[in-house]
């Protein structure tokens, strides 16, 4: 089994910051790309930041200059820094990866999501 377990949302003021971690668990041979997802209410899920295995990443229009994608290989870990947040950033932001498993199988896992709410 693979998990994937957010952390870092929580409740800031627009124009403040926050970082969130996704970490992968499990029966992991390998993990390709991983991004961040996020759904606000009545929204459709849309895709915020991805980077690939090799480090090239890109960026939803909406938040280009202010979001930073990361991750460390060795931890299984991707991160989002997220500056200069606005009332529109306040969303469910989910955690998803490529992932190949120990036994061979290979396929997208998705975190539960971490709550980020932006006050104006």
């Known amino acids: 089994q693979v998990q994937l377990?957010?952390?870092g949302g929580g409740l800031v003021q627009a124009g403040g910051s926050l970082r969130l971690s996704c970490t992968a668990s499990?029966?992991?041979f390998s993990i390709d790309g991983m991004g961040w997802y996020r759904q606000?209410?009545?929204k459709q899920r849309e895709l915020v930041a991805a980077?690939?295995?090799s480090g090239n990443t890109n960026y939803a229009d909406s938040v280009?200059?202010?979001f930073t994608i990361s991750?460390?290989?060795a931890k299984n870990t991707?991160?989002?820094q997220m500056n200069s947040l606005k009332p529109e950033d306040t969303a469910?932001?989910?955690c998803n990866s490529a992932i190949s498993t120990l036994n061979g199988y290979g396929m997208s896992y998705w975190g539960k999501g971490t709550l980020v709410t932006v006050s104006s």
């Open 5 to 7: 377990v957010e952390s």
């Open 78 to 80: 991707v991160y989002l």
């Open 26 to 28: 499990g029966s992991i």
């Open 71 to 73: 991750r460390d290989n």
């Open 51 to 53: 980077i690939s295995d």
């Open 92 to 94: 469910v932001y989910y």
């Open 64 to 66: 280009k200059g202010r």
């Open 40 to 42: 606000a209410p009545g």
